[in-house]
């Protein structure tokens, strides 16, 4: 027998399961023993040993290894010995930092994993959808993905998309009845759910009858293994300028060679000392600092509650110049709490706060029995009846699980004393149609066990409901809906909405018996009851994070559902939307075309009443105007407007499967402030970025030049080779690393976003590498020069005291990258990593230049403490020298 042939009672019995209280805990995990996680399996991974190995693929390693082998096999065991070391060395610094890049990005994406609503000891959990087992019951609504393969035990609505596996694009309407037949293709099984497809109307129960690769998808899953590029332009482009870079450094070499021959060095010295310099010069660590410091931004990202599901993202962040934010939940903080009712032309008050379901309801000053006002009555009663969601209660305060609209809904019913569980013993719920922000209502249809009669009752956006409704209830007697009567309405629905409070209203219809197949054929000829106004509280931070966007050069749009009135009342609140400001409704939004939306669209403000499918305009309207656009959503009409933006971002809390995959950013607390977070750390990790890249090509520009001018001078090699690789490991290292930590300059958020198309020395940059690192390179000849003297007996002697010149000159320069200005701009000591960083870099030098053992190996000898001066005074040079003069003003 195969599944979809089954009863749900064979299904429950089959897999040991039952439908009130979903597996035991402990079964689920004996299970998950048994059987293996819900995983499909994934290609085999890079094993350690060959990432390490990769480390010695690049050429110039090979030919320094080649050169070093050749020199030992002349004799010169010590000096291979030691070079083979340091190359090693270097080997485990790359292999550790792609190590932990990798690890890194695959912490990512273990938080992006996908979550599924399943029944546990009687209790909705939501859990990571790789802990499935058979026999998990499942809860799943419009939006989700199917966790695993299952057999649909409740469908209401339910439609599934199934294209991954069948190819149709065309949602599949499911339904729970067994069917008949053998080989029944997947497409046809519609009794069935399975693994990766995609909910996108309705919702439903089912049971776990597949996992992992025991499910269909697992069947076609080595199909599947597309993992995603995640290059970063950055990335992209310092690839380029890498091999450039090569070329560059090469073509010096050769230069530092050739003048070195000519001038009289032996041919042997200059090449091993030439492609020491090659792997010296070559910035070979940069992609992988790169990554790192990509990977530890987004590490601090998460700390603020954002994930980053595309690492590009992390740079376009800092080029965002308009975030378009949904207001409820992301803005406003979804805590909603009915304070007015309005029916027939009377208002009540109602009191209480938060979802504590206590509360009063009073007419003016007086309290009323809100059970002897009929209309209030039924308004609060049809509120509870229409209703998909669940209050929670918990030690002490209460906790929804659904819709925080429906939530206040209910709660006000409660404060009348309505409760669920009498009403759907009144009421039998025949069929019902969810929720969606297209249509922006909701309906059930309902038969009254007393006398039979049936209902069609619907509650959505006032103004889409008074369209739909041809009679009111007013004054206890069914009218029809006269004009002035309609205009009534929509005065009260704009007098709650000019107080910033949500508008719902509730209808109904009687029926005779008849069922619909659509929502369409239910949602018409309605009577109008009245409104339920709730209020909404701003998140207290949206208002301070709305004037740092601004001031940062990003606009904040507000893209909302919600009423018109309601929008600009709370967009003004937050400081969206100033006197002058546009507010286009998502009618009108709807006749322009993208073109004419163009012209205006630097002027608008708020987008209300708008359907999901507007945002997709905007953003396109935004981005013609040369727009970096972030723009928040949700729901799964949303997705395309969030991929279609230059910063999709989806919401952790209420957001759909649909959304977040979409998305390259996730709000794990759906707040609009932790966007603005996410930029400011998006814009310094790019900073933090230029700021190694500025440090290590100055520091390598300093290395070659130092050789070049001292084989042009026709003097002899001022640092050995093994000095040259041990620079290189100890600088480079570490120190860019703790630059990759540093913390943002005051003024990231004071400055305009970064142009998309900027290269990476724009700024000012190119000329801080080559000025810095020119005069690096000529303070250590310096140094050498003044100690050699032409005396050759010195030649050691100088050659340690032109290395410790040129690493401390590297070391206080890493000092000056950290800001745009000087090194005087900031604290040094509040980057603690660099402080460590550098202490430990100095005394890896002190090691090689004090420890008798290791001074025949490096060539060095002890330095006098009084040449400490001399060293000092000359490695502070660039930076002081550099430090508010001209040259600073002219570069930045
Ligand atoms: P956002 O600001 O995030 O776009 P929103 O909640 O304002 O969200 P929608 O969720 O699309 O936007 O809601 C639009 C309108 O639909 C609301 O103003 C409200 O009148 C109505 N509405 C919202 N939730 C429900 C619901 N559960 N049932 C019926 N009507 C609803």
């Known amino acids: ?417 309505f409760k669920r569980e009498s009403l759907v013993q009144q009421f039998e719920i025949m069929q019902e149609f969810p929720f969606d922000s297209t249509r922006k209502m909701m309906s059930v249809v309902v038969k009254d066990k007393k006398d039979g009669k049936r209902y069609v009752v619907t509650k959505g956006a006032p103004d889409v409901l008074l369209t739909n409704s041809t009679k009111i209830l007013w004054d206890n007697k069914l009218q029809s809906l006269s004009l002035v009567m309609s205009n009534e309405v929509k005065t009260a629905i704009d007098q709650l909405a000019s107080q910033a409070l949500r508008t719902i209203a509730i209808a109904y219809r009687p029926l005779m018996d008849e069922t619909f197949g659509h929502e369409r054929e239910a949602e018409k000829e309605l009577v109008f009851i009245g409104l339920q106004g709730m209020i909404d509280p701003p998140r207290p931070e949206v208002k301070e994070a709305v004037k740092e966007c601004r001031e940062a050069g990003i606009k904040t749009v507000m893209i909302t559902g919600d009423h018109v009135i309601t929008a600009k009342a709370i967009a003004s609140q937050l400081g969206i939307l100033k006197p002058g400001g546009k507010v286009l409704d998502g009618y009108t939004l709807s006749k322009m075309s993208v073109e004419e939306l163009e012209e205006m669209v630097d002027d608008v403000y708020v987008y209300a009443r708008v359907s999901p499918e507007h945002k997709l305009k905007i953003v396109k309207a935004l981005q013609a105007k040369g727009h970096i656009v972030a723009m928040t959503g949700d729901g799964v009409n949303d997705a395309p407007a969030i991929k279609a933006a230059d910063i999709g971002i989806s919401m952790g809390i209420t957001g759909t499967d649909v959304a977040k995959e979409a998305s390259a950013l996730v709000l794990l607390d759906d707040n609009f402030a932790t966007i603005k977070s996410a930029i400011k750390e998006g814009r310094n990790i790019y900073e933090n970025i230029r700021k190694f890249i500025r440090y290590l090509l100055a520091s390598n520009v300093g290395e070659i030049l130092v050789m070049l001018f001292a084989m042009i001078l026709a003097l002899p090699l001022p640092l050995v080779p093994i000095q040259i690789l041990w620079v290189n490991l100890v600088t480079d290292g570490l120190p860019a690393m703790a630059l990759g930590l540093d913390q943002p300059e005051e003024n990231v958020m004071k400055r305009k976003p970064r142009h998309p198309k900027e290269g990476v020395f724009a700024r000012g940059l190119g000329w801080k590498v080559i000025s810095r690192g020119f005069l690096i390179g000529a303070v250590t000849l310096a140094a050498f020069m003044i100690v050699y003297d032409n005396t050759p007996e010195k030649l050691a002697y100088a050659q340690t005291i032109a290395f410790a010149t040129l690493v401390m000159a590297q070391l206080i320069h890493v000092f000056d990258c950290r800001s745009d200005k000087s090194i005087f701009d900031r604290n040094p000591f509040e980057n603690i990593y660099l402080v460590g960083a550098v202490l430990s870099s100095i005394l890896l030098i002190l090691i090689v230049i004090y420890y008798p053992p290791l001074q025949p190996i490096f060539h060095t000898m002890a330095i006098a403490p009084r040449e400490w001066l001399v060293i000092l005074g000359l490695a502070s040079v660039p930076t002081f020298l550099l430090a508010g003069s001209l040259l600073t003003r002219k570069s930045s």
């Open 1 to 417: 027998m195969k599944w979809y042939e089954l009863s749900e009672k064979a299904v429950l019995q089959m897999t040991k399961s039952t439908k009130e209280t979903g597996l035991a805990s402990k079964e689920a995990k004996a299970r998950q023993k048994q059987y293996g996680l819900n995983e499909l399996q994934e290609a085999e991974k890079q094993s350690a040993l060959l990432l390490f190995l990769e480390q010695f693929k690049d050429f110039m390693v090979l030919v320094l290894l080649a050169a070093t082998l050749i020199s030992g096999l002349l004799g010169e065991y010590i000096d291979a010995i030691a070079i083979i070391a340091i190359v090693i060395i270097n080997g485990f610094l790359g292999f550790f930092q792609e190590r932990r890049a990798e690890k890194s990005l695959d912490a990512l994406k273990e938080l992006s994993a996908p979550h599924v609503m399943v029944l546990r000891d009687g209790e909705w959990k939501r859990i990571p959808s790789k802990e499935l087992v058979i026999g998990d019951v499942l809860k799943f609504t419009s939006g989700d993905r199917i966790g695993a393969d299952i057999r649909v035990l409740e469908a209401k609505s339910l439609e599934i998309e199934e294209s991954a596996l069948t190819g149709e694009s065309l949602p599949v309407q499911k339904q729970t009845a067994p069917l008949k037949g053998e080989d029944i293709p997947l497409g046809d099984q519609d009794n069935m759910a399975f693994m990766g497809t995609l909910v996108t109307r309705g919702n439903g129960i089912g049971i776990v009858v597949g996992t992992g690769m025991n499910t269909a998808m697992g069947q076609i899953a080595n199909l599947l293994q597309n993992a995603e590029t995640m290059m970063t332009p950055l990335q992209r482009k310092l690839e380029q300028l890498g091999k450039i870079l090569i070329g560059v450094a090469l073509l010096l070499t050769v230069l530092v060679v050739a003048i070195g021959v000519i001038q009289g060095h032996a041919l042997y010295e200059m090449f091993l000392a030439g492609v020491s310099l090659a792997v010296a010069a070559i910035p070979e660590g940069l992609p992988a600092i790169v990554t790192v410091a990509l990977s530890l931004g987004v590490q601090r990202m998460i700390k603020k509650n954002a994930i980053v599901r595309k690492l590009p993202a992390v740079e376009t962040l800092g080029c965002a110049s308009v975030i378009c934010s949904d207001k409820t939940g992301t803005m406003t903080q979804n805590k909603m709490t009915v304070t007015h009712i309005w029916s027939g032309g009377t208002t009540w008050n109602v009191s209480g706060t938060g979802y504590h379901p206590e509360g009063r309801f009073y007419l003016g000053q007086r309290e009323v029995n809100p059970n002897q006002a009929k209309p209030l009555q039924q308004l609060l009663m049809f509120g509870m009846l229409c209703n998909q969601t669940d209050l929670i209660r918990q030690e002490k305060d209460y906790a929804v699980d659904g819709d925080p609209t429906e939530a206040a809904l209910l709660v006000a019913a409660m404060k009348a004393g």
